[in-house]
């Protein structure tokens, strides 16, 4: 008998929490990029945090795409064009939200852009991308499992 760190939890709370975990970890991995490419934007290229946005949240899509779709969900299986078709439909909304949630407190109320950004990208991900990602992008793949 093996002890789990999780153990505690019943084992459906358990799949959802290491679910959780590894979207989380997918989502650091995105949002690195993502971070990187809006400063980038911002300093050197001079856009506003807004546009930057849009920029580094479509490149931390991608890698969130091909990191969930290989890893967190384990759904590489399936074929990938109706994931991307529902994936891109999800990071419109995501990137509608996280572009919103910037200009708002970026460029209205005055909050530092990064940490604006870190405080939009927390709520929308937890909020909106996991579980829109577990139940409807990868839903098929997940229940497979």
Not at 100 to 123: D, H, I, K, N, T
Request: charged share 10%; with cysteine; aromatic share 8%.
């Amino acid at each position: 008998m093996t002890l789990s760190p999780l153990g505690f939890l019943p084992r459906p709370r358990q799949r959802l929490a290491v679910l959780l975990g590894r979207h989380q970890l997918a989502s650091l991995a995105a949002t690195l990029v993502d971070f990187s490419i809006m400063v980038l934007c911002v300093r050197n290229l001079h856009a506003t945090p807004s546009a930057a946005t849009v920029v580094g949240a479509t490149c931390g899509a991608l890698t969130n795409f091909t990191i969930s779709r290989h890893w967190t969900f384990d759904a590489a299986h399936q074929p990938p064009h109706g994931q991307a078709l529902r994936y891109a439909l999800v990071s419109a909304a995501s990137l509608g939200l996280n572009t919103l949630g910037e200009y708002a407190l970026a460029e209205v109320l005055s909050v530092q852009f990064v940490l604006a950004r870190a405080m939009v990208a927390l709520g929308v991900g937890l909020l909106w991308n996991f579980p829109m990602h577990k139940s409807f992008v990868f839903g098929q793949a997940n229940r497979e499992v």
